[in-house]
């Protein structure tokens, strides 16, 4: 079955009778599961290349734990029972620790990490979280050609299994460039043609960027009419909204109706209220979404446990400055008229969003100025940190900067152009510290809400900053939200970094500890298990995890990386 029975019963009860019809449907899961393993608990027969013993496993259901050993052979799991050690080549004892399904990240950004000719495809700060799939090709950026890297990680090897969606973003600048343009009826015949060939070549479905260009530019209808090759396809239409701050309800409303218009399954990533007068407002974003479930459409949600998000510094200006119709106008900001139009409609959004500031802005990266890595956008007006590029001598890009006493209003002006130099010399990495805890906690209690770190491959040597959740993610979710602050129990939390995406995004024979299924496994102290990644230290790297399988081969082997390169392309399955 392509989607989760729990949804096609919210879509037929709503999400009242649904909520308890999902937990009969778990409890009798866990019972069935429970009451088998029980019976067939000493029938391990036979040999194997590796078996993992006395642990407590979480089948990746919501089960209660149960104690059992796990035969693997040939990339799988072909026994849950006891077993001898002398039948097993290689024994791991996961005594006093829990035995899970490898962790699917359903939100990542790899592509650029992917070797671009040999060598194969490593993703250890992944793996140190116990991830042993990633989904890639989110936000409307991929590979343009998905068979062809396929194609190259399948014959290079990867360290873990990829899926991945087809970005609209990458095929719309394909087509048209940058252009603020709708699409002529040739191009939009180009784009779906794209779309239809990635989905050929085993896409999961198409990704939308609709806060990034070029896809910002993009009216409904046009994504309405890419997603239709896409339910065609059997796929999933995945979503970074137009807006997750003051429009925030708009952009859900949005992405519902492209699900209603063309009956595609909605995926809304990264799920979030933005900005101090938005905060309080994740009831109304989830109401949202439960309506649409009650009302027959399929739309499913990730997630970062953080209060902070990562993205480029752009996101900050008027969509319209990046447009390539305007002339190539960003390098045309120095210009005094065009700057305070600029500035003025950057401080009008400031204002809609409820900042009076940008203290909630710091640099994760600058490939031009590395000084200004690790400090705010304030600090870098306020400092004179901010220098043009060697070949521009070194003078302050931001001319108005004397360390003279001035008003609120104008320095507010200083700190927006500090913005729009960042920009215009060479962009920049930011982290934006702009959503609530309780509304963080208020997302994660939902059950239908799974994991996604928004990360690529964190290199350890970098001279940046980024956000710690491409080393923190799943760690924390178990250790902070799980264990520490009880939002939901250890075996649920499981449940949704495994068995729910995999049923979400048609991945067979994954997220579950379950025979015949893919030996994709993870050993875990649960007593233990935190993220140690912080904003001042984000490459510091995760507690408690020992083991994790991929395919059925050791690829952290005691918290020791290993040389294994197990990991598959996973092909959407029809």
């Not at 215009?424 to 208020?442: C, K, L, P, R």
Request: hydrophobic letters at 40%; charged letters at 20%.
């Amino acid at each position: 079955m392509r989607f989760t029975s729990l949804f096609l019963t919210k879509t037929r009860l709503g999400f009242k009778a649904a909520a308890v019809s999902a937990l009969l449907l778990m409890i009798a899961a866990s019972a069935v599961t429970y009451l088998w393993l029980r019976r067939n608990a000493s029938t391990c027969t036979g040999q194997f290349e590796l078996a993992i013993v006395g642990g407590e496993i979480l089948d990746g259901l919501g089960s209660p734990a149960i104690r059992a050993d796990l035969g693997i052979r040939d990339k799988r799991i072909v026994c849950i029972g006891t077993i001898d050690r002398s039948q097993a080549a290689r024994v791991i004892d996961a005594s006093g620790f829990t035995v899970a399904p490898g962790f699917i990240d359903v939100h990542t950004h790899v592509e650029r990490n992917v070797p671009a000719r040999t060598g194969a495809f490593l993703a250890p700060n992944f793996v140190r979280q116990g991830v042993t799939t990633l989904i890639t090709g989110n936000c409307g950026r991929s590979f343009l050609d998905l068979g062809k890297a396929f194609s190259q990680l399948e014959a290079n090897g990867s360290e873990v299994n990829i899926a991945s969606f087809i970005g609209h973003n990458t095929i719309r600048h394909q087509v048209m460039g940058d252009t603020a343009a709708a699409p002529s009826a040739d191009q939009l015949a180009k784009m779906k043609s794209y779309v239809a060939a990635a989905m050929r070549d085993g896409a999961l479905g198409l990704s939308t960027g609709l806060e990034y260009i070029p896809g910002t530019f993009a009216r409904t209808n046009e994504i309405v009419e890419l997603a239709s090759v896409v339910r065609a396809g059997n796929g999933i239409y995945v979503s970074h909204l137009r807006n997750e701050g003051a429009d925030g309800p708009a952009a859900i409303a949005e992405a519902i109706s492209i699900g209603r218009r063309t009956g595609v399954h909605v995926h809304i990533s990264h799920f979030k209220a933005e900005g101090p007068n938005q905060w309080g407002s994740a009831t109304a974003r989830l109401n949202l979404v439960k309506q649409a479930l009650d009302n027959g459409v399929m739309v499913s949600l990730d997630q970062y446990p953080y209060t902070a998000s990562s993205t480029t510094i752009a996101v900050l200006l008027p969509s319209w400055v990046s447009s390539a119709g305007a002339g190539g106008l960003r390098h045309r900001l120095d210009d005094p008229a065009m700057r305070a139009r600029v500035r003025g409609e950057m401080l009008e959004k400031l204002k809609m969003t409820g900042w009076h500031d940008y203290s909630f802005a710091r640099v994760s990266y600058c490939g031009f100025n590395r000084a200004v890595v690790g400090l705010t956008i304030p600090e870098i007006t306020q400092t004179h940190a901010l220098l043009r590029p060697q070949r521009d001598g070194g003078k302050p890009i931001n001319a108005s900067l004397n360390g003279a006493a001035e008003s609120p209003d104008h320095n507010l002006e200083r700190q927006a152009d500090t913005v729009i130099d960042l920009f215009s010399h060479g962009d920049a990495q930011m982290v934006f510290f702009n959503m609530s805890e309780d509304d963080v906690e208020t997302i994660i209690r939902e059950p239908q809400v799974m994991f996604g770190s928004d990360s690529g491959v964190r290199d350890e040597s970098s001279e940046a900053l980024p956000h710690p959740r491409g080393l923190g993610t799943f760690p924390r979710v178990l250790g902070v939200f799980s264990r520490d602050k009880h939002l939901f129990s250890m075996e649920e939390a499981i449940r949704r970094m495994t068995s729910l995406p995999a049923q979400t995004f048609g991945l067979n024979g994954r997220g579950e500890i379950k025979e015949n299924y893919y030996a994709d496994l993870v050993v875990f102290d649960r007593n233990r298990v935190i993220d140690t990644a912080t904003y001042e230290r984000p490459l510091s790297t995760p507690q408690g995890i020992y083991y994790v399988l991929v395919n059925g081969a050791v690829v952290l082997d005691h918290e020791v990386l290993t040389k294994a390169r197990s990991g598959l392309v996973l092909r959407r399955q029809s």
